[in-house]
């Protein structure tokens, strides 16, 4: 089946430890998005790539970097994650041609604990 | 720019009962309309969407919507909930033409044995 995958499910790095999130989708989707989810919160969008094209939210945290390498595959680093990234980071893609618009589709999403 | 304003924090219901999780909406221009349930520890599942056309939106696992466009508002509705349904729900709405999803703060659904 088509899907969206995450990996690793769970993560837990150390303060200022690096750390890289992956997301990789086989439904040929050109649009691929970043979400931070914290806990009983709304999921907050970090950052999106329509094909290679990245566009940053402007409160994402300049520890927050992304790479989208091809169409399939996309990652989420946090370069130096403090106690409060600790959160679900949730991978989602959807395809958008002009202006229609398709729903996004969720991967199961990483949880990452910052100690 | 559009908002989403979920008005029940938690809902508890008994099982077999009926429940409505409601959702209103702000936008200055047209948008879509979602209903999306997460299950502890998972991620988002699309339970419905509101594009055009007829304002009673069906979804999965028995759930519908109405869009009620003088009242802002898209509240989920499911006439007989099963303890399967416990979950956290998130009314979201886009703006046509963008790719931005903007999220209420969620419903969590208990429903009680």
């Known amino acids: 089946d088509a899907m969206v995958i995450q990996n690793p499910r769970y993560q837990v790095t150390q303060f200022g430890k690096p750390v890289t999130l992956s997301c990789s989708q086989t439904?040929?989707?050109?649009?691929m998005y970043w979400y931070q989810q914290k806990s009983s919160q709304a999921p907050k969008l970090l950052f999106h790539?329509?094909?290679?094209?990245?566009?940053n939210e402007a409160d994402t945290p300049d520890n927050f970097q992304s790479r989208r390498p091809n169409t399939s595959f996309c990652f989420l680093d946090i370069r130096s994650p403090g106690l409060g990234d600790t959160a679900m980071y949730l991978c989602?893609?959807?395809?958008?041609?002009?202006?229609?618009?398709?729903?996004?589709?969720f991967g199961p999403g990483t949880r990452l604990t910052v100690l | 720019a559009q908002s989403v304003t979920q008005l029940d924090s938690q809902v508890p219901v008994f099982e077999e009962a009926p429940v409505e999780l409601r959702c209103n909406y702000s936008s200055s221009v047209s948008v879509y309309l979602f209903w999306y349930v997460q299950y502890p520890n998972q991620g988002l599942q699309l339970l419905l969407k509101y594009l055009s056309g007829s304002t009673l939106v069906k979804g999965i696992n028995g759930f519908e919507a109405e869009f009620n466009k003088s009242q802002t508002s898209f509240h989920l509705r499911k006439p007989s909930v099963h303890i399967s349904d416990t979950a956290e729900y998130f009314c979201a709405v886009i703006r046509r033409g963008y790719q931005k999803v903007t999220f209420g703060i969620g419903t969590k659904l208990q429903v009680i044995p």
């Open positions: 790539y329509y094909d290679k094209d990245f566009n």
């Open positions: 439904l040929n989707h050109n649009v």
């Open positions: 989602a893609t959807t395809s958008k041609t002009g202006i229609t618009y398709n729903e996004q589709f």
